[in-house]
């Protein structure tokens, strides 16, 4: 039984590609660094994380993007011996304009090295490759119109795209401008039969998500609207585990099989917030005899279990509670940053910018993949200065997060203080009522209860006490405050110095348990 959400936590906009007996999904990452998380089956119901396409500066420079801005929607594809990905870098998106450059880089093994960057366009965001029968390839992309009175998805755009030379040639068109759903993005075009099939994402990723699918027997166009759309949606249905169902991909197993992940949330127990972000889950889907894509089973909305394929079992080893920091399940924003280094022993930060900075922070995460969950780490910090920081954070974004640190007061020296930023609002809930410490070396801990997050900590590493009032992990969401936000919830380990010091603090292990 595949068991969904396959990929929990932050992990939206699934493009999966079959190479053989592997099974390849490429995920958003945002502002996260690297870029482009790539994961790994070969049974589509057991996944691991392979590792992340966009690892070096060369390939991806993410300083300064706004929050939500950075790595949109990639897609992976493999053709002629290659694996093509093709993703945008979005540099500002709550403007009525949008700066979107897109890219596509080429490797003969998933495993890397990938090629330079090619710029391609930057009409609009979420461009994919189809590689077509006769050799001929294929750019797509939703087109973003600024101008008042317009909708500002213009439609799915398509150029051919030149290998040989790298770069789009003959004419674009716009081949469709979407169903009476709107809001057109994520393209995806098959073949299949006599038809091509063009796939794409509408309603906007929040409740009113969706899968459309629309088909013509010419590459260009007419293309007729599936009878029964949308083929996935989970809108006006809050009993569905699985919410936000959208933005999908299909891919066929050996036998003939077919199936489709897709993005969906998990909004915490009486809210609509979804603090564990965008995360990939994966139906079975069957052709029928008039040519449509429907869900195996009926209807469309998500089921949270469903039969896995005809393919013989292959999990993986499960992760320990305390990974090593070299590891490819931590990420740093807006990286790479030369204040995080990383060993498999320890950790080491050095002191860089606030938690609000769209620059340098020295800040390494772990996705949080649970509504409830325990983290501890073990710190060793020396700041001479009420500027100097570091600590435990629970970090949505700059504008949403609740930071337990260590710094130095004037007058009760060595103490604990926490910084909680709502909506771009900071405050401080100890207020003047800091927790004094007797010594640099803590232990940090967080517990998640859903909606209630909790901060403690230890100076033997054997008791523990509270550290300030429980705290309300609900803002850490998609869908909380006036700012775009499409990432989710990190455990991070942060480092500030406001004086430009570089004063640095160690990290001995970050363990999760759930």
Sequence with gaps: MIK????PGFNPDPSICRVGDDYYIATSTFEWFPGVQIHHSRDLVNWRLLGHALNEKRLLNLSGVPSSGGIWAPAISHSDGLFYLCYTIVHQHEAATKDTPNFLITSSSIDGPWSDPVFINSSGFDPSLFHDHDGKKYWLNMVWDHRPGKHPFYGIAMQEYDTQVGSLVG???IIFKGSPLGLTEGPHLYQRNDYYYLLTAEGGTEYEHSVTLARSRNLWGTYEIHPENPVLTSSENPSLAL???????LVETPSGEWYMPHLCGRPLPGTKRCNLGRETAIQKVEWREDDWLYLSG??????QELNGPSLDNHPWPDLPERLPFDSPHYATPRGPSESVVRTPEFLSLLGAESLESNFEQAMLGRRLVSQRAKITTKMVFSPKSFQQMAGLAAYYNTYLFHYLYLSLDEEKGLCLQIHSCDDGNSSFPLG????PVSNNNLYLRATFDDCDLQFYFSEDGQVFREAGAILD???LSDDHGEHWGFTGTFIALACQDLRGERNGAK????????
Excluded at 4 to 7: A, S, T
Excluded at 432 to 435: A, F, S, V
């Design 4 to 7: 969904n959400p396959i990929l």
């Design 171 to 173: 004419e674009e068109k």
């Design 243 to 249: 919410q936000k169902a959208g933005h999908a991909s």
């Design 298 to 303: 009926g209807g469309n909305q998500p089921k």
């Design 432 to 435: 003047e009522e800091i927790i």
């Design 473 to 475: 992990a609900s803002i």
């Design 507 to 514: 990290f001995d292990y970050l363990e999760i348990t759930h």
